[in-house]
């Protein structure tokens, strides 16, 4: 059993990873802006007001607790932000004050291309999916370069398109190496790789690639 903070709780992901979270017996402490959106209540789940561009918000939820985990998504935004860079600068800042080392984070295949992906796979990711998501991407790839300078047992977790589908418990995964024509996970496997690989000292500092 983990004492967990949770971060893009109430997005499609979140959502997932809170829910078996929960129903493996983890202690979670939740932050979100708005309490109202989460419609889920449970006697080990603490729901704080905050905002993750605000430390202020959260600093006090973070002592104590084994690991963060950062469920953060753009939703589908095609908008400028900085929710993932300045984010996870909060983030790394308070658990350093906090002294809390495990940290989890999402991030997408997307990002760039590589020799294990098929012709149409690179083609998507360069000219569809890089375009369309440029600024999120663009973030995103600043989110990654802070956590690799972090002093914290970080894993990125670098998933392809996301589904509705349910949870199989059987996917691909390359840790520091890429996976061959990475195209999809569900939103509820990439939450159950998540939740069973809090421990694992494999992942410690590494990026992870997971599909189907």
């Known amino acids: 059993m983990k004492n967990t903070v949770v971060f893009g709780a109430t997005g499609p992901t979140g959502r997932e990873f809170v829910k078996q979270a929960l129903d493996e017996g983890h202690e979670l402490t939740v932050i979100v802006r708005d309490t109202t959106s989460l419609n889920l209540k449970h006697h080990k789940m603490k729901v704080i007001k905050g905002d993750v561009l605000e430390c202020s918000t959260f600093e006090n939820e973070i002592m104590g607790k084994d690991a963060v985990i950062s469920c953060l998504g753009f939703g589908g935004k095609t908008k400028p932000t900085i929710i993932y860079s300045k984010g996870m600068e909060n983030i790394i800042s308070t658990m350093g004050k906090s002294r809390v080392n495990r940290l989890m984070c999402i991030s ?3 990002l760039s291309t590589n020799d294990k992906m098929s012709f149409l796979g690179k083609i998507l990711t360069k000219f569809v999916a890089k375009k369309i ?3 999120p991407y663009k973030d995103m790839r600043l ?6 300078k972090a002093n914290l047992e ?3 977790v670098r998933a392809p398109a996301l589904t509705n589908k349910a949870k199989t418990r059987t996917y691909r995964l390359g840790i520091n190496e890429h996976i061959s024509r990475p195209f999809s996970i569900s939103r509820a496997d990439l939450a159950n790789y998540i939740l069973r690989s809090i421990d694992d000292s494999k992942t410690f500092r590494a990026k992870v690639e997971i599909a189907y």
């Open 108 to 110: 997408a295949m997307g």
């Open 143 to 148: 989110m990654e370069k802070i956590l690799e």
């Open 133 to 135: 998501y440029k600024e």
């Open 154 to 156: 970080w894993t990125i």
